[in-house]
């Protein structure tokens, strides 16, 4: 199993990125999948998840900004950022999960920094 994020960087207060995770060694699409990200000094924080039906749901703080999506063809998941703020800094991964939203497989991450 492996999990691979892409798209990470540093951008402006009210810029986009586009993330990206390529996944291999499983049955993609069978899977349920989540974005997590985690500042420093801080804990895990789960950003956005999406079941094998294409069910999304994210969380309060991110909810109008950013859009989970999946291609099951290309095994990818992907997290379109908009109107970042400085507080989205963080490490984001991606991770496998079952259908109860426990994760069992994840990511090394990808870097944003929102920054002016």
């Known amino acids: 199993v492996q999990l691979v994020e892409s798209g990470g960087g540093m951008v402006q207060p009210g810029g986009s990125l586009r993330l990206s995770c390529a996944a291999s060694g499983f049955t993609f699409s069978n899977y349920a999948m989540m974005w997590v990200r985690q500042a420093p000094g801080k804990g895990p924080e789960w950003v956005s998840r999406?079941?094998?039906?294409?069910?999304?749901d994210y969380a309060d703080s991110v909810k109008g900004r950013f859009t989970i999506s999946r291609d099951n063809a290309r095994n990818t998941l992907n997290l379109q950022m908009d109107n970042l703020k400085p507080e989205d800094t963080a490490l984001y991964y991606c991770a496998r999960t079952t259908n109860a939203w426990v994760i069992v497989f994840r990511g090394q991450g990808t870097q944003v920094t929102v920054s002016s």
């Open positions: 999406i079941t094998t039906g294409r069910t999304s």
